[in-house]
């Protein structure tokens, strides 16, 4: 199946809605545009710092989403 256009940000809406934390949205597609411009635009490094950043934010969703999950059985 083929990947639709935007369909990266339609997750991360869903997910941010679901999760009732806008911040998630915010975060995750800054995240998302930045990957897309290093992968396709020629390059955009991404900070050992930022990367800490984003794994401590990855773990925090992980435990958002587990917790929902969790809660709504």
Sequence with gaps: MRSVPGHHVQVLRALSGFLHDR??????????????RDLYDGGQLVTKKEANDYLRFVDGVIKKAKKFLKDNK
């Design 23 to 36: 911040e998630i949205f915010t975060v995750a597609n800054s995240m998302r545009m930045k990957r897309n």
